[in-house]
């Protein structure tokens, strides 16, 4: 029986009246993911760059989702054409390159979610969970409308190249990493340093002069509100991890706060 793929990214992009907000799944656990997609949110960022994630829980936190509204982007460790390969061909459509700081890199990572002759992505429809295993009709034919792909700018060197990456052909969209840019910038670990927001906004101005989407990372409610109202058209405001945390330091903080700055050991 002929089945259909979710709607891309790229799709619920250019289809919504608003900016897509979505939140990073970093825990690598199924359960969480399933937890994270049913909370209402546009869309979530499994990562495999800096979370527990390997090829197995990627797949198994695709299939926890599938089943809500929330549409999944898959973050590559690196931008990789084996590791994208693998990715796509495990059911990833949405892709987020980080690092990408060229248009040479870009052209190389759009050539890598291709097949040939438009690319180099490797042909295994037939047992690969991308396709249904063949039950996805013409699925190599019309593989491109299957898939979406983000390339993630993260340094200085990328901030300057933003134009020349944003207008390669194939990429949907680009995230700014302000994580990445301030310790690129000599401001590590300062995301709202007023520097690294210029150059987010540099970037954002770049990005959209070239007819393409932006995107940005933004736990600071304010700086979320500011980066919406310069034209981010998706944008990540939190994390499961950061939340879970956050919200248990909340519970010890008021249910079992520190006597004399030491906490008892049992």
């Not at 198994?60 to 989702?65: H, R």
């Not at 949405?94 to 097949?115: C, G, H, K």
């Not at 207008?167 to 709202?192: E, H, K, N, R, W």
Request: charged share 20%.
């Amino acid at each position: 029986m002929p089945l259909q793929l979710a709607a891309t990214f790229r799709e619920r992009i250019a289809q919504s009246a608003r900016p897509l907000a979505g939140m990073w799944v970093c825990s690598g656990s199924p359960l969480v993911a399933e937890i994270c997609a049913g909370a209402g949110l546009d869309w979530l960022l499994i990562d495999t760059e800096h979370s527990p994630n390997g090829l197995e829980s990627t797949l198994a936190q695709l299939q926890a989702v599938a089943a809500y509204p929330t549409t999944p982007v898959v973050r590559a460790p690196v931008g990789d054409v084996v590791t994208v390969k693998q990715l796509l061909d495990l059911g990833a459509q949405n892709l987020l390159i980080p690092m990408v700081s060229t248009a040479d890199q870009a052209r190389e990572m759009v050539a890598a979610v291709r097949y040939p002759p438009r690319g180099v992505r490797g042909v295994g429809s037939a047992l690969a969970r991308a396709a249904r295993w063949n039950r996805v009709d013409d699925y190599l034919g019309a593989a491109d409308a299957h898939v979406s792909l983000y390339v993630q700018i993260e340094t200085v060197a990328g901030v300057e190249e933003a134009a020349d990456i944003a207008a390669v052909d194939g990429i949907d969209g680009v995230f700014v990493g302000p994580s990445d840019l301030a310790a690129s910038m000599g401001l590590l670990g300062q995301q709202t340093h007023p520097d690294v927001e210029a150059a987010v906004m540099r970037t954002f101005d770049a990005v959209r002069a070239a007819g393409t989407p932006v995107g940005v990372n933004a736990f600071d409610p304010e700086l979320a509100d500011r980066y919406l109202g310069a034209g981010a058209s998706f944008i990540l405001v939190g994390a499961d991890v950061a939340l879970l945390a956050r919200g248990s330091e909340g519970l010890a903080a008021r249910y079992a706060p520190v006597e004399g700055g030491e906490r008892e050991s049992y």
